[in-house]
């Protein structure tokens, strides 16, 4: 099992930075990538960056430029920095590690299979 505990949500305007991080505990490792996915109200949850056990990381091309995706596997943490933030970054904001059993909550996105999830930080970018 493993648990996820995002932080670092909050309100900003438009251009504006946020920093959100996440603490993993537990004791699956098999969780050989993480990301980041971000919900907004009456859409789907939608992925945003992802990173493997070897630091190569992927994005979307909606934040490309924008976000940068970070682990510090000492610590067990996992951090998104984003930058030069718009409305439409508006959403709710979900840590997600792969490994561990496949269920109703699971959520391909780039050839891989996220199972385990945080309960979300909510951002906001005011125009």
């Known amino acids: 099992q493993v648990q996820l505990v995002e932080s670092g949500g909050g309100s900003v305007q438009a251009g504006g930075s946020l920093r959100l991080s996440c603490a993993r505990s537990g004791s699956d490792y098999s969780t050989y990538y993480m990301g980041w996915f971000r919900q907004a109200p009456g859409k789907e949850r939608e992925g945003v960056a992802a990173?493997?056990?070897?630091?190569?990381?992927s994005y979307a091309d909606s934040v490309k430029g924008r976000f940068t995706i970070a682990q510090d596997n000492a610590k067990n943490t996992l951090s998104l920095q984003m930058n030069s933030l718009r409305p439409e970054d508006t959403a709710t904001y979900y840590c997600?590690?792969?490994?561990?059993?496949?269920?109703?909550?699971?959520?391909?996105?780039?050839?891989?299979?996220?199972?385990?999830w945080g309960q979300g930080t909510q951002v906001t970018v005011s125009s």
């Open positions: 990173i493997d056990s070897d630091g190569s990381s």
């Open positions: 997600a590690a792969g490994g561990g059993p496949v269920s109703p909550k699971s959520k391909r996105w780039l050839g891989r299979i996220f199972n385990y």
